[in-house]
T-cell receptor, first 116, second 111 residues
């Protein structure tokens, strides 16, 4: 599985934008970039995903570098509820060799702290 | 509510025992995934099933086994339990090439 690198932790103030970076220099052409987050005492929650173009949804935006070797998750106005561990994951949708179809491999993620 | 139901929510058992964790996926989701989360290991992928067939295997111990039934619910069986098996066990489901939805987890404590 291609690996991602994220900062261990980041801090933000409430109502300010947050930019969470992720490096994935070994990304392959069939890898989608997924972001999940895990709030305390809960299961992971899908945030957003993309392949090449920037993506927006009600939760966040995903900015993908032109060479796809890095991406940034953008929370436009952080709230206290956004305090969580954010995971950047590469997911191979073609299931290389039939052995990795759809699975999500979680790294250590970034612990986001939001200050009031 | 993700639509994925895991039972039981909490389980306390003794070393050497066997337990079964159950997962009911979202309606229509054919893929089921199992993950283990312990304090020092993070989220570890165990195994994936798709429409009753095993599709991918992670670092699942030989003492652990799983299956997906014709009604698509899945069970994770953990046997000869050790203290180190204490963890949160998450189940997730998805449609092919769709986002994964996670349950609230089963907290297993082995004493």
């Amino acid at each position: 599985d291609a690996k991602t690198t994220q900062p261990n932790s980041m801090e933000s103030n409430e109502e300010e934008p947050v930019h969470l970076p992720c490096n994935h220099s070994t990304i392959s052409g069939t890898d989608y970039i997924h972001w999940y987050r895990q709030l305390p005492s809960q299961g992971p929650e899908y945030v957003i995903h993309g392949l090449t173009s920037n993506v927006n949804n009600r939760m966040a935006s995903l900015a993908i570098a032109e060479d796809r070797k890095s991406s940034t998750l953008i929370l436009h106005r952080a709230t206290l509820r956004d305090a969580a561990v954010y995971y950047c994951i590469l997911r191979d949708f073609l299931g290389a060799g039939g052995t990795s179809y759809g699975k999500l491999t979680f790294g250590q993620g970034t612990i986001l702290t939001v200050h009031p | 509510d993700s639509g994925v139901t895991q039972t039981p929510k909490h389980l306390i058992t003794a070393t050497g025992q066997r337990v079964t964790l159950r997962c009911s996926p979202r309606s229509g989701d054919l893929s089921v995934y199992w993950y283990q989360q312990s304090l020092d290991q993070g989220l570890q992928f165990l195994i994936q099933y798709y429409n009753g067939e095993e599709r991918a295997k992670g670092n699942i111990l030989e003492r652990f086994s799983a299956q997906q039934f014709p009604d698509l619910h899945s069970e994770l069986n953990l046997s000869s339990l050790e203290l180190g098996d204490s963890a949160l066990y998450f189940c997730a489901s998805s449609v092919p090439r769709g986002e994964a939805f996670f349950g609230q987890g089963t907290r297993l404590t082995v004493v």
